[in-house]
């Protein structure tokens, strides 16, 4: 990406949309390969394009760069107060967002960015409380189910409080590795908490040395079979 072609871009406010996909794919095709001073004229150029182009160009902008590990942070941040459409694959997957970045973020938003902050790959405790703050359901749901998520114990203990009566709760609270005792027995008397392997998947999954699946019956079963009688010769 040349800084004269982004100097085009930047002057091409008869057709932004165009201008903004050739930015787009440029920046796409070469990931840390810019030099300061081209993320600096690629920033600037977007940032000019994107309040003259429709919603659905900037969705599609976004869902392309938000993984991008040298995407400008300026560029990120003005994403993620766009429309939540928008900024939603950006709050989600964006490296570059600081852990104070995405706590404005929320404090600025509320609910219409938290879901997509709560399935980053990972989150701080700190976040996660926030988070859970008058939180929608469907937020905790991904909270709980989120294992790169960090949760306090008072998260933990306000998600078991709802699991009591919700199976869907209990169900993905219980497949976390991480619940303190007294949760993880609270929700074994449920039946929802990850258990050990049985000792039927402990022999390769499940299956014998010669392929066959060994069931729990097949288990009970030898050891009350009758011993084989056996031949002796003299």
């Known amino acids: 990406m040349e800084n004269l072609a982004l100097k085009s871009a930047l002057e091409q406010t008869d057709d932004p949309r165009s201008a903004l996909q050739q930015l787009r794919n440029a920046f796409a095709k070469r990931p840390g390969r810019l030099s300061g001073s081209e993320l600096e004229l690629f920033c600037k150029a977007v940032l000019h394009l994107l309040p003259l182009v429709p919603l659905i160009e900037r969705m599609a902008f976004a869902r392309q760069i938000a993984k991008l590990q040298d995407t400008p942070r300026e560029l990120l941040i003005a994403l993620a107060n766009d429309h939540y459409l928008v900024s939603a694959p950006v709050l989600e997957s964006a490296p570059m967002l600081t852990e104070d970045d ?47 998520a ?9 998600m078991f409080d ?73």
């Open 162 to 234: 709802i699991s009591e009566n919700d199976s869907r709760m209990s169900e993905t609270l219980g497949r976390r590795g991480d619940l303190p005792p007294e949760i993880a027995n609270g929700l074994s008397e449920r039946g929802h908490v990850k258990k050990s392997a049985s000792p039927a998947a402990l022999m390769d999954h499940g299956k014998g040395r010669a392929g066959i699946v060994l069931t729990q019956d097949l288990l009970n079963a030898g050891r009350t079979r009758k011993p084989v009688k056996t031949l002796s010769y003299s």
């Open 150 to 158: 960090r949760l306090s114990r008072a998260s933990i203990k306000a």
């Open 102 to 148: 995405l706590s404005e973020t929320i404090r600025k938003f509320g609910a219409p960015v938290c879901l997509a902050i709560a399935k980053r790959a990972e989150l701080s405790e700190q976040l996660t409380d926030q988070l859970m703050q008058d939180a929608e359901l469907k937020v905790q749901y991904a909270l709980a189910g989120n294992q790169g």
